[in-house]
């Protein structure tokens, strides 16, 4: 991760929150790979903008798989951290995904139905159409933003929040993301990442009781997200 960019990539920042655009590849939380996290750059930005000596306090309210970029928030303060983890737990936050999957989808809108068994080991997610042992319902919205030779870009909006549950049910309708070997993309794309990004974070603000709303630019480098940067 690029220490010098965290500046740029801020998308809203106040005393009690602050938002990044999270670029494929950034962790959220830290794995046994032990790479460096976001947080860890955020909390030496805070350091050193606000001068603050000492440890600096970051909340981690919710993630983002590695391979994907876009918004993610964390808290700032003890005051905002289990009144934002309380928003995301009664769904009371707004999260709208763009994702540009592998040729055309059945339908230009639908809302999909799965129930999703997490495999641990494998780190990856199974969907199947009707409730199995262990399962957990999932459900999305999805509508087609734009048709491309190869690929569609998707806007879809979650009614739950469930290990890779984008991933997993566009690839069970038979529309995988581009780039997701895991969930059978026909090839990587070379940097690493997925193209589904977290394009939109809505919600009333825990302490100003303001509403928010969160934008993340695409990465205008990628020339496939650059077709449909200006949608």
């Excluded at 740029?8 to 046994?32: C, M, P, T």
């Amino acid at each position: 991760m690029n220490k010098q960019n965290i500046n740029n990539r801020i998308l809203f920042e106040d005393n009690h929150l602050i938002a990044i655009n999270k670029e494929s590849g950034d962790l959220v939380q830290g794995d046994k790979t032990g790479d460096e996290t976001l947080p860890d750059l955020i909390k030496d930005y805070i350091a050193v903008k606000y001068d603050k000596p000492g440890a600096v306090f970051l909340g981690v309210v919710h993630r983002l798989d590695r391979p994907t970029s876009g918004v993610v928030i964390f808290a700032r303060t003890s005051k905002a951290l289990p009144r934002m983890n309380k928003l995301f737990a009664e769904h009371k936050t707004n999260k709208t995904y763009w994702a540009i999957v592998e040729g055309k989808v059945p339908e230009k809108s639908a809302r999909l139905e799965h129930y999703l068994v997490r495999n641990p080991k494998q780190n990856k997610s199974y969907a199947h159409d009707h409730e199995v042992p262990n399962s957990k319902k999932a459900a999305l919205s999805y509508s087609v933003l734009k048709e491309l030779d190869r690929y569609t870009l998707l806007e879809i909006q979650l009614a739950t929040g469930r290990h890779h549950q984008i991933r997993t049910q566009l690839a069970k309708i038979g529309c995988v993301i581009k780039g997701d070997l895991k969930y059978g993309a026909k090839r990587s794309n070379k940097d690493g990442s997925i193209h589904l990004h977290a394009r939109s974070l809505a919600f009333v603000h825990p302490v100003r009781k303001e509403p928010v709303n969160i934008i993340a630019p695409v990465n205008k480098k990628d020339a496939i997200w650059k077709l449909v940067a200006d949608l």
